[in-house]
């Protein structure tokens, strides 16, 4: 529930009680690493394992604070002695996979994943994991064909459909990509349209401020075919906006549903137009830009971040 000091006295005062007890030596291990006073969940971990030296997810919350603090080697051998002693846990075979992928040991990552995604052949977090295995491994056709075949048995993980979505735009499957894409996790509550001919279109707003101009870039082809296009602009980009013509309407305020015909998640854009291309960046005709030019080129050459 995030109240950490709350549970770091709770789990202190189970442990003042029964200083010997390896449960209450667990939690406050994990009370103190949630905290993230992780040298203090060392120490707690480790007098647990003093007192049930095979205790298996003890090693493996010690595995986890280690990798926290860095110390990669220590959580592997913590790691690697929990899946001694449960041999069968698809958690620990993940997390030791995972280190191993953030190593760059691919090929030692994937007979893990494997093992584990028997355990486990729903859990979205085991299959994405493996197909970054997989795409370092054997490149991206694999990975693609493996996400391909997750999505087919699962056809609601937006997770996995997510995932497809930018190895496929990678790749320079649009078509493909964007109809993924429209699964994504992070879209706003709004309908499919599959004609935005003649109508009233406002495009929601959604993810940062780069992804909007990204998106912005389709913008002037939807205006080609709906009668009016407005966007919810966050206050923060429409200094930049202003003036530029690439919709009918800015606002920062909240329109009236009958406003318009239909509102338009801005990420849905590109499948929407059936564009698979990418058009060119909109040129910026603000008065921000020319200050932000002469910055620059006071600074010197570029390139810059």
Not at 34 to 46: G, P, S, T
Not at 62 to 89: H, I, M, N, T, V
Not at 245 to 250: E, Q, Y
Not at 284 to 291: D, K
Request: net charge neutral.
């Amino acid at each position: 529930a995030g109240r950490g000091a709350e549970a770091i006295e709770c789990a202190l005062r189970a442990h003042q009680l029964d200083r010997r007890n390896h449960h209450y030596l667990n939690t406050l291990g994990i009370a103190y690493g949630e905290a993230q006073q992780l040298d203090e969940a060392v120490r707690c971990f480790k007098r647990a394992l003093k007192e049930r030296p095979n205790r298996a997810d003890t090693h493996y919350n010690l595995g986890k604070s280690y990798l926290k603090l860095g110390e990669l080697a220590e959580g592997e051998r913590c790691f690697l002695r929990a899946r001694q002693l449960d041999p069968e846990s698809a958690q620990v075979a993940n997390s030791l996979a995972a280190l191993y992928s953030h190593q760059g040991r691919y090929r030692d990552a994937l007979p893990l994943l494997a093992q584990a995604r028997t355990r486990a052949p729903d859990n979205e977090i085991l299959a994405i994991n493996s197909v970054i295995a997989a795409h370092a491994v054997s490149g991206p056709d694999a990975a693609i064909q493996e996400l391909v075949e997750f999505v087919r048995h699962r056809p609601e993980s937006r997770a996995a459909r997510e995932e497809l979505a930018m190895r496929l735009l990678a790749e320079g499957r649009f078509a493909e990509g964007w109809r993924e894409y429209a699964w994504r996790r992070t879209r706003p509550s709004a309908g499919r349209v599959s004609d935005l001919r003649g109508r009233r279109v406002l495009l929601l707003q959604e993810q940062g401020l780069g992804d909007h101009l990204f998106f912005l870039r389709f913008a002037p082809s939807l205006r080609e075919r709906a009668t009016c296009v407005a966007f919810e602009c966050p206050a923060k980009l429409a200094p930049l906006l202003e003036g530029n013509g690439i919709v009918d309407v800015l606002g920062a305020t909240p329109y009236a549903p009958g406003d318009f015909d239909v509102a338009l998640p801005l990420g849905d854009l590109p499948e929407a137009l059936e564009s698979w291309t990418t058009p060119p960046a909109f040129p910026i005709a603000s008065r921000r830009g020319l200050e932000w030019r002469e910055r620059l080129a006071a600074l010197g050459p570029g390139p810059y971040l």
